[in-house]
């Protein structure tokens, strides 16, 4: 049944494709449907092809085989480019596609497959999530030509008789096109295969991440952009069996496929993982017989549930990562004097997913039994009891905004209205309900518990590896509870699930009084609270902002509170009101400028806002995911505008013509230069406000250029590094009494702390400064990741307006090194520091990463809309 390769593609010349054919086996094929060769002008494998390209493909493969080929527009990108998938299954089974297509969803609520007539397994093969990682795309190509033009194939005919195949092409359109022009521009009559001629040689953002500058391969949780939101709602409408996620990786390595690496997200099952081993061993027989060298069960894990692996497993699927080395071209020159191809690439993703399609129709009874089973069990209560309860008193808008995300992961969601009991408590404004006893329990536990524990043994294996000076290898974050990343107070107890089910896309209540005689008033709680702000001033309408909190009557107003009057906006304030339905945010109206308790309207604790004008350090030295998620969260959340200025025309820009600055995490020596650094310090001095991350403190914390006065610190317990004339020479002998002494007197004392994987951290705020308001009942819970850690700022520098709390309390969810606790503890994680006439707010880390820390919005607001105002 398995056809004969052809030789190893180690120069395009090698590739014999068979006459009329782009598949990467040799056979008969169709003269009926045409070759990429024929319809965009080269063969598979033989250029890198552009989105533009692929779609085309695809839409001529319609055409030529409409019978057993569907082409599905899912979504569009942020740049407009159209997202597409292919449904391949045989002629029969596509003239009952929709029958199939209701038994998979019955099968998804755990009806066992021999009770359904029309079901087949699904297997959904998706290709270049990110951009620059190109092979993929192009063997998604070839394989669906081979899938449609084989004749006589058994195995093709196998795959479409018990099996329905999805191709999913180019999951980044904008960031392939971004590759492919840059790549393009490059060439000249011939390709190199040097890695550091300008064909391999990406200029910044570079082509991995999507137009926001997205990791879209860490989105499938937070479904913050256009193309995840499009891929999650049509997995959910085909329920694949199993799901391939093709990747490339570093041009020096060889190719990863499952099992996968250590640690594994605890809510996959042992059924899961037998499976993913009978994939493997299938895929390692192909490539054996092809001698193309791989490994598994190595550095890609299945932990996080952002992944295209982890989330479609936490459903029921069997869905796995796969790695090509990569040639960032048509050539690449290896480390060890052998060259890789582009044909290459296109070749083994093209086996490796075939083969996948193959192992699912060949065993489609196991993999749909134990996909209901895995279903059934989750709502039968094997993945855990109880009901999570969503406090609605509690960042209102938050909280809604986290219903519906887990509405649109096909996850049951009700509302109770208040006041209500529940856990043990009341809940004066109702809550949001989510019950375990539905099928998608175990994602809900992933992603709802307050945290998902690493495995002893995988700790164990880590804190050994450092104890020997090595590296940690968890790939990324250990922390993501979705509610206390929003900020949220959730809870998990046996209370029913009763309530209305909340629908996707409606709104709980309408919150939004009218305009009362002398205005109304924006409570200063939630994200929607600060994007009604920020649109009525985008408007023209002016708002005022204390810094005090005050009461009228039962009513309290807390430090933050927006107040819009009729003076200030006679013939618009009527207008606030509709803003606010259509966001979803509350106004209070007032009757009159006398308040019971706290400043009077007219007080001078109330500054005049205006709408920021924000402009962003953007290109060389810039970190393109923190960009991203900065200005997303910006513009798309918040609806704050932000201007990219690149980091190399600083020093001539006008400066002066923005209120804010943003500077994202990054390195900034070389990219801004001493012209740059200078031009960014006049501007803070001369009355700007500079808002900084991560790395970037450093950066702009040095020399007479400096805008802050942060120390990093070395190691806990480390030293300075440098050199001290009064420690040259000899030292005092002494005994090493085992192997712990001897590890400690090798040791760095100069180096960083040992870097976190990523985990959510409590912190205590200064509640005396308006840069933290918002928070008076529940300081934020931050994500830190990394090796950053300062030390606080002293009352002479500035204000530590956000720190870490103490040791016992400061881990809220994940693992951290137990002497990165220590050393954390009241450590700074939002500064601000006077500059001359204008203020410097840093972020010891980034605020906005991968744009789902929508608890920290107001923390980031709070800088850009209110801090201007301070400082005019």
């Not at 007479?704 to 004339?725: K, W, Y």
Request: charged share 20%; with cysteine; aromatic share 8%.
């Amino acid at each position: 049944m398995i056809r004969t390769f052809l030789g190893l593609c180690l120069s395009l010349a090698a590739l014999a494709i068979p006459a009329h054919s782009q598949s990467m086996l040799e056979g008969v094929f169709s003269e009926d449907i045409p070759t990429l060769q024929q319809v965009v002008g080269h063969a598979s494998g033989e250029k890198i092809s552009s989105p533009e390209e692929a779609l085309e493909y695809f839409e001529a493969l319609e055409v030529a085989a409409s019978d057993r080929f569907q082409l599905v527009h899912y979504a569009t990108s942020w740049e407009g480019r159209p997202l597409v998938y292919a449904v391949l299954t045989s002629a029969d089974n596509m003239a009952r596609i929709d029958a199939v297509q209701a038994d998979l969803r019955a099968l998804a609520n755990g009806t066992p497959p021999d009770q359904l007539a029309n079901i087949l397994p699904v297997t959904w093969l998706s290709y270049g999530v990110h951009g620059d990682e190109i092979s993929s795309t192009d063997a998604a190509l070839s394989l669906t030509y081979h899938l449609l033009a084989s004749e006589g194939d058994a195995l093709v005919d196998s795959i479409l008789a018990n099996s329905v195949v999805i191709i999913d092409p180019s999951q980044n359109p904008d960031g392939r096109a971004r590759f492919v022009n840059n790549y393009r521009e490059t060439l000249g009559i011939r390709s190199f295969g040097d890695r550091y001629t300008a064909e391999h040689d990406q200029p910044w953002p570079e082509g991995r991440i999507n137009h926001y500058l997205f990791d879209l391969n860490r989105d499938w949780f937070a479904i913050t952009q256009p193309e995840t939101r499009g891929k999650i709602k049509a997995v959910m409408e085909w329920q694949p069996v199993a799901l391939v996620d093709a990747h490339e990786m570093d041009g020096d390595s060889t190719y990863f496929f499952p099992p996968p690496a250590d640690p594994i997200n605890p809510h996959v099952t042992a059924g899961q993982r037998d499976k993913q081993v009978l994939l493997g061993r299938n895929i390692a027989g192909w490539m054996d017989r092809m001698g193309q060298p791989y490994y598994t069960r190595e550095v890609f894990d299945l932990f996080y549930p952002g992944y295209a692996d982890t989330w479609p497993t936490l459903n029921g699927s069997v869905a796995m990562t796969f790695e090509q080395s990569g040639a960032g071209g048509l050539f690449f020159d290896r480390l060890d004097d052998t060259q890789l191809t582009y044909a290459e690439g296109v070749r083994n993703h093209f086996v490796t997913t075939l083969a996948t399609a193959q192992t699912v129709a060949e065993n489609a009874g196991l993999f749909l039994r134990d996909y209901a089973a895995y279903r059934r069990s989750a709502a039968a209560g094997q993945a855990g009891s109880g009901t999570y309860v969503i406090n609605l008193a509690q960042k209102r808008w938050n909280a809604e905004q986290l219903g519906q995300r887990l509405v649109f992961q096909g996850i049951a969601v009700n509302h109770v209205g208040g006041p209500a009991n529940a856990c043990g408590r009341s809940y004066p404004e109702g809550y949001l309900s989510v019950s375990l006893n539905q099928p998608a329990a175990r994602l809900i536990r992933s992603l709802l518990d307050e945290n998902t524990a690493l495995a002893a043994d995988d700790i164990a294996a880590q804190e050994a590896r450092r104890d020997h000076g090595l590296p940690h290898e968890l790939y990324d974050t250990t922390a993501w509870s979705v509610g206390m990343m929003s900020g949220l107070d959730v809870a998990l107890c046996n209370a029913p699930a009763n309530g209305t089910p909340v629908a996707e896309g409606s709104t709980l209540s309408d919150r939004a009084d009218e305009a009362g005689a002398f205005g109304m008033a924006v409570r200063w709680t939630d994200s929607g609270q600060v994007r009604l702000v920020a649109e009525a001033l985008g408007a023209g309408l002016v708002g005022r902002a204390t810094d005090t909190a005050f009461t009228i009557g039962a009513t309290e107003f807390p430090r933050g509170t927006v107040v819009f009057s009729r003076g200030d906006n006679p013939d618009r304030i009527d207008e606030l009101a509709a803003m606010a339905r259509n966001i979803g945010a509350e106004t209070i109206a007032l009757t009159s400028g006398w308040v019971d308790d706290g400043p009077n309207l007219g007080s001078d604790k109330f500054v005049r806002l205006a709408m920021p004008k924000v402009a962003m350090l953007w290109d060389n030295g810039v970190n393109p995911t923190s960009a991203g998620g900065l200005r997303y969260t910006l513009e798309q959340r918040l609806g704050i505008p932000v201007a990219p200025i690149r980091t190399g025309t600083v020093a001539r820009a006008e400066l002066g013509d923005y209120d804010i600055l943003l500077v994202p995490d990054g390195s900034y020596a070389d990219a801004l230069g001493e012209a740059g650094r200078t031009a960014i310090a006049t501007y803070a001095r001369n009355g700007g406000v500079v808002v900084a991350m991560g790395e970037a403190l450093t950066d702009l914390g040095e020399g007479n250029t400096a805008i802050f006065s942060l120390q990093r610190e070395t190691v806990l317990g480390g030293e300075p590094s440098g050199e001290d004339e009064e420690r040259k020479g000899e030292v005092a002998g002494q005994a090493i009494g085992g192997e712990s002494e001897y590890r400690e007197m090798i040791a760095d004392r100069t180096r960083r702390p040992d870097t976190l994987p990523g985990a959510l951290l409590r912190t205590a705020i200064d509640a005396d400064i308006f840069l933290s308001a918002g928070y008076d009942n529940a300081a934020p819970v931050v994500f830190a990741a990394g090796d950053l850690v300062f030390a606080p700022l002293g009352q002479a520098e500035g204000y530590n307006v956000v720190r870490f709390a103490d040791a016992d309390t400061l881990l809220a969810s994940g693992y951290v090194w137990d002497e990165n606790r220590r050393q954390m503890a009241f450590k700074p994680y939002m500064v601000a520091q006077p500059a001359g006439e204008g203020l410097a707010i840093g972020f010891t880390h980034d605020p906005a990463v991968r744009g789902y820390l929508d608890g920290l919005d107001m923390l980031l607001a709070n800088a850009v809309i209110m801090a201007p105002a301070r400082v005019r």
